[in-house]
């Protein structure tokens, strides 16, 4: 026999023991719930590639958030699919005043008052060339997509958003958007700022949700290069110098060490986002039998929280609710 004073397995014995020792949980409170919105009435289609996932009509949408609420979801981040024929280079539809988007950000608000509600602000849903800024001669301009960025997160807290959610990686647009939401008295809608958003390859089932793959080129001269950490931390630095409230490090699970990283670094609330490649992979994997679906869905976001993150985004977040409730 081994004399050993320390043995780690002790306190792996019982499941009892194991439950006290352990050091990090999921709560149903950590959770935004993505969904996606269409024009029309009385449909709900399902993802290809996200089973279980679908675009709703404002209608049906209404119809859902009552389950989303009774399984203890307190926030949603909406995304809107518009037909190509509502889109244009500047986006113009995210500002129309009764569009899809703002419609139903609004009668949201006034049915489910206590949901928190996170918005996306890009120009990408309404683009015709698919990219999340103005594009001239091919390439994304910056400070002419902030503008509009600006406008469009200032209709959407009139709408009554909770949660700005800029997902478009232009230089300097949390600083104005800032600006321009305190200008018209809504100093109390918060920024969550995509600070670490990556050029991934995990959003694939995401663009097929909104129909909005880039019509050419890709997403590099935007967003991060994969290979890249100190340049999370100087996006960091300038989100928390221009204002936000809560910063995102997305894609996350193969980003844990930038959660990480985020999280060490600024005393703000850090979110994760499980992106739809994400959940797309693990659902594949167990509709074939490889993995258990429910195990390895819930290891994927425990490592999130283990790694940093306070809030997760999460396709999964009604699956968890589920099992968490159990
Ligand atoms: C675009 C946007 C993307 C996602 C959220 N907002 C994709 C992209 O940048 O092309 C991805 C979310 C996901 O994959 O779940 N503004």
Known sequence: MQILNRRPRRNRATGAIRAM?????????????PMFVQEGTGAKVEIKSMPGIYRFTLDM???????????????????????????????????VSDTLYLKALSQIKSKFPD????????????????HDGIVENGKIVNDETVEILVKMSIAQAKAGADIIGP?????GRIGAIRKGLDAEGFTDVSIMAYTAKYASAFYGPFRDALESAPKFGDKKTYQMNPANIKEAILEAELDFAEGADIMMVKPAFSYLD?????????????????????????KAAAQNGWIDGDKAMMEMLLSMKRAGADIILSYFAKEVAVLLNE
Do not use: R
């Open 21 to 33: 020792v352990q050091e990090n949980t999921l709560s149903v409170n950590d959770f935004i719930f």
């Open 61 to 95: 949408l209404l119809e859902e958030l009552k389950e989303v609420q009774s399984l203890g979801i307190k926030s949603i981040c909406l995304f809107p699919n518009y037909p190509e024929s509502k889109k244009d280079k500047y986006g113009s539809e995210s500002l």
């Open 115 to 130: 949901l928190v509600i996170m918005t996306d602000v890009a120009l990408d849903p309404y683009s015709s060339d698919g």
């Open 167 to 171: 997902s478009d990686m232009m230089d």
């Open 258 to 282: 930038v959660i990480k990283a985020l999280k060490e670094n600024f005393n703000i609330p850090i979110s994760a986002y499980n992106v739809s490649g994400e959940y797309a992979m693990i």
